[in-house]
């Protein structure tokens, strides 16, 4: 072995040593505890060092605005006499966060705002809406609209309508009299008043044109159906002819009846007018 060769692996060989033995010493040495005082310390820096999370809070302004609710939009009173009153209620209630505030109510011919307790309401307060509704002299189906005006955004203008079927509640027979100046008391037939729902009613008034037609009646008594015999003044009569009779009752549903009257002349003269032209002798 080359003199070189020996010294290179000798200088190796120490350099092993040391580094084993160096290796013991540190396995030989006792290890340090980690106290539990570390372990609080490194989560607080953790957390310490951990981005802070920013919430974004938005306060949205609540719309305040009132809500006018009706438990009804229409009422039906069904059948009614003509010329009579009847009335209903239209419920309502502030259904909205803020005041309630009712403006104008228009009513058409025959539909009339009877009561109305105030024009403003707090959220959640109810109020009531009374209508009287007067029926037409006319028979049929027929319908009235009222318009309540307030300050609700999204329905300013709300409505309502009353129904109603206007019927006879009582009868009678003739509707039109037709008298003639030559015949005995014009030869004027009776007037019957009948109670068509059975309710019975009694006479109040009777009244002719010119007071030319008069009748007996007793306003106390009561009945269903009433016969009337017609007394006629024949001397007034020839200068009125023609005109009406109105005869009060106290029914419930119905409180006038009247009844036409016409009456043939005594003469009558044909043709109406005669001309005469110039003549030559």
Same mark, same amino acid.
Request: with cysteine.
């Given at each position: 072995?080359?003199?070189?060769?020996?010294? /290179?692996?000798?200088?190796?060989?120490?350099?092993?040593?040391?580094?084993?033995?160096?290796?013991?010493?540190?396995?030989?040495?006792?290890?340090?505890?980690?106290?539990?005082? =570390? /372990?609080?310390?490194?989560?607080?820096?953790?957390?310490?060092?951990?981005?802070?999370? +920013?919430?974004?809070? +938005?306060?949205?302004?609540?719309?305040?605005?009132?809500?006018?609710? /009706?438990?009804?939009?229409?009422?039906? /009173?069904?059948?009614?006499?003509?010329?009579?009153?009847?009335?209903?209620?239209?419920?309502?209630?502030?259904?909205?966060?803020? #005041?309630?505030?009712?403006?104008?109510?228009?009513?058409?011919?025959?539909?009339?705002?009877?009561?109305?307790?105030?024009?403003?309401?707090?959220?959640?307060?109810?109020?009531?809406?009374?209508?009287?509704? =007067?029926?037409?002299?006319?028979?049929?189906? +027929?319908?009235?609209?009222?318009?309540?005006?307030?300050?609700?955004?999204?329905?300013?203008?709300?409505?309502?309508?009353?129904?109603?079927?206007?019927?006879?509640?009582?009868?009678?027979?003739?509707?039109?009299?037709?008298?003639?100046?030559?015949?005995?008391?014009?030869?004027?037939?009776?007037?019957?008043?009948?109670?068509?729902?059975?309710?019975?009613?009694?006479?109040?008034? =009777?009244?002719? +044109?010119?007071?030319?037609? #008069?009748?007996? =009646?007793?306003?106390?008594?009561?009945?269903?159906?009433?016969?009337?015999?017609?007394?006629?003044?024949?001397?007034?009569?020839?200068?009125?002819?023609?005109?009406?009779?109105?005869?009060?009752?106290?029914?419930?549903?119905?409180?006038?009846?009247?009844?036409?009257?016409?009456?043939?002349?005594?003469?009558?003269?044909?043709?109406?007018?005669?001309?005469?032209?110039?003549?030559?002798?």
């Amino acid at each position: 072995m080359k003199p070189k060769s020996l010294i /290179f692996t000798i200088v190796m060989m120490s350099c092993l040593l040391l580094l084993q033995a160096g290796c013991e010493e540190e396995m030989m040495a006792p290890r340090q505890q980690l106290s539990q005082d =570390f /372990f609080r310390q490194f989560n607080h820096i953790q957390q310490s060092s951990r981005p802070v999370a +920013t919430t974004r809070t +938005t306060t949205r302004t609540r719309r305040t605005s009132p809500k006018i609710e /009706f438990e009804k939009m229409i009422h039906d /009173f069904g059948n009614v006499g003509p010329r009579t009153n009847n009335l209903c209620e239209f419920r309502f209630t502030n259904a909205g966060n803020s #005041t309630l505030k009712i403006g104008e109510i228009v009513n058409t011919c025959g539909c009339t705002p009877f009561v109305l307790e105030k024009k403003e309401y707090s959220p959640g307060e109810s109020g009531t809406l009374k209508v009287n509704y =007067f029926s037409e002299a006319q028979y049929g189906q +027929t319908t009235k609209n009222l318009e309540i005006y307030s300050n609700d955004r999204t329905q300013p203008k709300v409505i309502l309508a009353v129904k109603a079927n206007i019927m006879m509640k009582v009868d009678y027979e003739p509707k039109m009299l037709s008298l003639l100046l030559k015949k005995e008391n014009a030869d004027c037939p009776q007037i019957t008043i009948t109670s068509t729902d059975n309710q019975p009613f009694s006479i109040n008034s =009777f009244k002719s +044109t010119a007071n030319c037609i #008069t009748a007996d =009646f007793n306003p106390s008594e009561k009945a269903t159906k009433f016969v009337l015999q017609p007394k006629v003044d024949m001397a007034s009569l020839g200068k009125t002819l023609n005109g009406r009779i109105e005869i009060g009752i106290d029914h419930p549903e119905c409180k006038t009846i009247s009844v036409g009257m016409s009456t043939l002349p005594q003469f009558k003269i044909s043709p109406r007018a005669i001309i005469v032209r110039g003549s030559t002798s």
